[in-house]
């Protein structure tokens, strides 16, 4: 109708939008130092503890969970029982308790390990007890015949195991064992709480410090999706590499 | 050594109740994780493609985070946006629920795409609905045969659930640590602890393995589902 007015009311809208939109490039702009002086530098160094601390537990875990595996099938009775003890003890307290009788709970009784050392070592008995598990399994999966071959062509019993049994479970326990992997990065978050300043610990410091919650954890939330992916990533193609054929293996169970 | 065995006795109750409240940490977000869940599997599996990529996305965001980064991001950043004062325990109940939820899915849709296509094809040409198949004839089956892989859901939201202790949520851990800050005696107060959880844990699988053996598909054996 009254073009004058319409014209007077479609300026202001404009002018409204590109207020709001200076106004929020001005946010943005003055966010930007936050980011890059003090969060980013942080979240960095918080990455690399993570990183060591995964790094770290990773091979330990493996390898002391292939040892409490074939304790617990190929053992003599009393190691097998120790191995199964083991076992139920490591899966069943949650990590952040383990952490925390290693951190707060042994100096009581003399032994001091430090927070980096508490953590790794706590991650590492969880971690292998997660890992004995797969590896029972496809140890288990193994068929029998394979060892009475290896043996009635003059194996001992420990090399059967070294080369017969062992290859082809590591194959079956690939997918277990790499789920794992993949579960040790994220909890490896725990550590904050024993005071080790990895990334969680480090996005935390700085969310209280200038209170700035929502940026931190989103932040620090990117890295974990970041490094989780390519590890999935790489895992899977790892997986497809090595899978027996025919097995329809690379099926996590 | 009677001085650490009287600081058990004397804080028994308080921890017993602690362990209350991680039950029911537990109890409710199992609860909630096998709703969202199902809803989140029957998206995935027969909704249209951009439901399919939504719950790609749920999944991918809940299974790539820790439990720890999403419990702050939730507690400290997200609810109080909202504007409500929203208690540790509710929040610490939603976000166990609802990662749980990404891990159910997933068991839920091996489950679902293990059972031939031929039943759907078969209840529809009986003259059911799509949603009718779904509910009377695919789901039944389906539930029964991911229960082996759900009941791991048990044990892992048990242990996660103690991490509830970084917001502050009185649950076992935190009544221990709170225990302990007064009397001293960490070692054998955590290690009380653990026992408790561990206990709780194998005395819920094994409640769960006889409900397990009651459901079974007859001549199914033991045919598992889990979460690839």
């Avoid at chain 1, 004995?132 to 060892?147: D, N, T």
């Avoid at chain 2, 048990?154 to 649950?171: F, N, W």
Wanted: aromatic share 12%; net charge positive.
């Amino acid at each position: 109708m009254d073009a004058a007015t319409n014209l007077t009311t479609n300026a202001t809208a404009l002018s409204g939008i590109t207020d709001f939109l200076s106004e929020t490039w001005a946010h943005i702009l003055a966010e930007i130092p936050f980011w890059q002086d003090i969060l980013l530098p942080a979240l960095w160094d918080g990455l690399i503890v993570t990183l060591q601390l995964v790094a770290l537990t990773a091979p330990f875990g493996f390898l002391l969970g292939l040892l409490v595996a074939v304790a617990r099938v190929y053992g003599v009775r009393p190691v097998r029982w120790a191995a199964q003890l083991y076992v139920i003890f490591f899966r069943g307290c949650p990590l952040l308790l383990l952490l925390f009788i290693l951190y707060f709970g042994l100096p009581s009784v003399g032994i001091v390990l430090g927070s980096f050392l508490s953590a790794l070592i706590g991650f590492i008995l969880c971690n292998s007890a997660y890992n004995s598990e797969y590896l029972r399994g496809a140890l288990q999966s193994v068929k029998g015949g394979q060892m009475t071959a290896a043996q009635a062509l003059g194996m001992t019993k420990l090399q059967a195991v070294r080369y017969i049994v062992i290859p082809q479970a590591l194959r079956k326990a690939l997918p277990g064992v790499s789920n794992e992997f993949i579960y040790l990065i994220k909890y490896s978050s725990l550590a904050y709480v024993v005071t080790v300043i990895e990334l969680t610990g480090a996005a935390k410091i700085i969310a209280s410090k200038y209170f700035a919650y929502f940026e931190a954890f989103a932040a620090v939330g990117v890295f974990y999706l970041v490094i989780v992916t390519i590890a999935t990533l790489s895992i899977n193609r790892l997986e497809k590499k090595y899978a027996i054929p025919g097995t329809g293996a690379g099926k996590g169970t | 050594m009677s001085e650490a065995v009287s600081a058990v006795i004397t804080s028994a109750p308080y921890l017993l109740e602690g362990m209350g409240v991680t039950l029911a940490l537990v109890a409710i977000s199992l609860l909630i994780g096998f709703l969202c869940g199902i809803a989140l599997t029957l998206g995935q599996v027969y909704g249209p493609r951009f439901v399919k990529r939504l719950v790609d996305i749920y999944v991918w965001f809940f299974r790539g985070l820790p439990n720890i980064v999403l419990l702050f991001l939730f507690y400290f950043a997200l609810f109080p946006m909202t504007g409500f004062d929203v208690p540790a325990f509710a929040v610490a109940v939603v976000v166990l629920g609802l990662r749980s939820a990404a891990y159910q899915s997933q068991i839920f849709r091996g489950a679902i795409e293990s059972i031939a296509d031929g039943q759907m094809l078969a209840a529809r040409s009986l003259g059911m609905t799509r949603w009718q198949s779904i509910r009377t004839v695919i789901l039944p089956q389906a539930l029964r045969l991911s229960l082996p892989g759900w009941a791991n859901e048990y044990p892992v939201l048990l242990t996660d659930s103690a991490v509830a202790y970084v917001i502050g949520v009185a649950e076992l851990l935190t009544r221990t640590a709170q225990v302990i800050s007064k009397t001293g005696e960490p070692m054998v107060l955590y290690l009380t602890c653990a026992v408790i959880f561990i206990l709780l844990n194998y005395g819920g699988m094994m409640l769960i393995q006889r409900v397990e053996k009651k459901v079974r598909i007859p001549g199914f054996g033991n045919n598992e589902v889990t979460d690839t």
